[in-house]
């Protein structure tokens, strides 16, 4: 009796401890600008440390303050997608990361839905969930601000 074994190929599932994700240069906070000054405030400590910030309207948001109403709109290619936004529009969030072929994604607190988490993970999406306020730390210009 012999046994066939078939070998199936799945996506490269990770959780990132944070810090990979912290040194990369392009990034897109997804939230609601205009309401959230969580929001702001991790725009501005991302840009205190020299990234390249996009702000973007959660789904179904319109401008102002935010600069795109979807990731697709950001000039050049997103390092990572900041999620700050509840678990209903970080669906759509980590369906458009996906179509668009961004591959980290990092979720702030309350918007680490395990569902959305897993979701992003199982399509080969590098996750990190984590606050941007607690694991980069501030800047002294920042925090005469």
Same mark, same amino acid.
């Given at each position: 009796?012999? #046994? %066939?074994?078939? %070998?199936?190929?799945? !996506?490269?599932?990770?959780?990132?401890? @944070?810090? @990979?994700? #912290?040194?990369?240069?392009?990034?897109?906070?997804?939230?609601?600008?205009?309401?959230? !000054?969580?929001v702001q405030r991790i725009t501005d400590r991302l840009r205190a440390h020299g990234k390249e910030v996009h702000r973007v309207n959660s789904p179904g948001k319109s401008l102002p303050p935010a600069e795109f109403n979807f990731l @697709?709109?950001?000039?050049g290619p997103i390092d990572v997608v900041d999620v700050v936004c509840n678990p209903a529009m970080g669906m759509k969030v980590v369906d458009e990361a996906l179509s668009l072929g961004i591959n980290a994604m990092w979720f702030q607190p309350g918007a680490d839905d395990p569902e959305v988490? %897993?979701?992003?993970?199982?399509? @080969?999406?590098?996750?990190?969930?984590?606050c941007v306020l607690i694991d980069l730390p501030e800047k002294k210009q920042e925090a005469n601000l």
């Open positions: 009796m012999s #046994l %066939a074994v078939r %070998a199936v190929r799945v !996506p490269r599932v990770t959780m990132s401890s @944070g810090s @990979g994700m #912290l040194a990369k240069q392009r990034w897109a906070v997804v939230g609601n600008h205009a309401k959230n !000054p969580v @697709g709109e950001c000039p988490v %897993a979701k992003a993970r199982d399509a @080969g999406i590098e996750t990190h969930c984590g």
